[in-house]
Nanobody
Framework: QVQLQESGPGLVKPSQTLSLTCTVS??????????WNWIRQPPGKGLEWMGA???????YYTPSLRSRTSISRDTSKNQFTLQLSSVTPEDTAVYYC??????????????WGQGTQVTVSS
């Protein structure tokens, strides 16, 4: 059974850097044809894809957040990490990590973490 678990601080001050880790069990983040994503949902809004890191270590970011976002991984711990710099209250959201199956005909996002609330406030 594949499981993803987000961890990190629930409260971040404005202008600081938000850092979240997704720990994966039941699968390897280096297994071919999977991409590991960060997705967030601000209060009252829809899901926003932030970025991803592939099985080979390539990273992709949504253009609006590219300048503030960094995704990395620790293959020895089977974890991948999101860093979002210069946060503002508009970055308050529930943050999810999710596995994406890249094979043709696959379901796409097939496993999600439970989500973690991050509030940006002084």
């Amino acid at each position: 059974q594949v499981q993803l678990q987000e961890s990190g601080p629930g409260l971040v001050k404005p202008s600081q850097t938000l850092s979240l880790t997704c720990t994966v069990s039941g699968d390897s983040i280096t297994r071919n044809y999977y991409r590991w994503n960060w997705i967030r949902q601000p209060p009252g809004k829809g899901l926003e894809w932030m970025g991803a890191i592939t099985y080979s270590g390539n990273t992709y970011y949504t253009p609006s957040l590219r300048s503030r976002t960094s995704i990395s991984r620790d293959t020895s711990k089977n974890q991948f990490t999101l860093q979002l710099s210069s946060v503002t209250p508009e970055d308050t959201a529930v943050y999810y990590c999710a596995r994406e199956n890249l094979l043709p005909g696959a379901l796409g996002y097939d496993y999600w973490g439970q989500g973690t609330q991050v509030t940006v406030s002084s």
